[in-house]
């Protein structure tokens, strides 16, 4: 099935799609500075220019949208198949689920701690994202104590 909008139309309605203080990120980043916690945001030089970097803890936050990042992708998968610009959808999201694991992989071989959510976990649990957040800082405590002691 082709495309239903010109190339012209499809070019802007791409170009509308934020990558960066998305509404998902902005509620996350709202949430952690509220409690007090400060980051940097979208920084270049890590891999993968994470969402929201928690320097003094070394963690890197991505926001991740389900379908450009391919939540649960045994079930989008099949599902695009069988729409229209199927070959296109599955290789870009493919690479970007590829790419994101790869950026997971050269992160935590740099030594810094990895935490992934989905849009709509931030946006329906954004205190359970913010615990996880907060409980990984405190294992990260907790275990720089007993490497101390």
Not at 60 to 67: L, P, Q, R, T
Request: aromatic content about 10%; some cysteine; proline content about 1%.
């Amino acid at each position: 099935m082709a495309d239903v909008l010109t190339k012209e139309q499809r070019h802007k309605s791409m170009k509308n799609i934020k990558s960066q203080d998305t509404k998902i990120e902005v509620l996350l980043r709202k949430e952690l500075w509220r409690r007090g916690y400060r980051y940097r945001k979208n920084v270049k030089s890590l891999s993968g220019s994470p969402d929201i970097v928690l320097t003094k803890f070394k963690i890197a936050i991505f926001c991740d949208g389900e379908f450009f990042h391919g939540k649960d992708w045994e079930v989008l998968k099949p599902r695009l198949e069988r729409g229209s610009n199927s070959e296109f959808w599955i290789s870009k999201i493919s690479r970007n689920r590829e790419r994101d694991d790869a950026v997971n992989k050269r992160l935590l071989y740099e030594g810094w701690t990895v935490i992934r959510f989905w849009g709509t976990d931030i946006q329906k649990h954004t205190d359970e994202c913010v615990k996880v957040i907060e409980e990984t800082i405190f294992d990260m405590q907790i275990e720089g104590n007993l490497f101390r002691g």
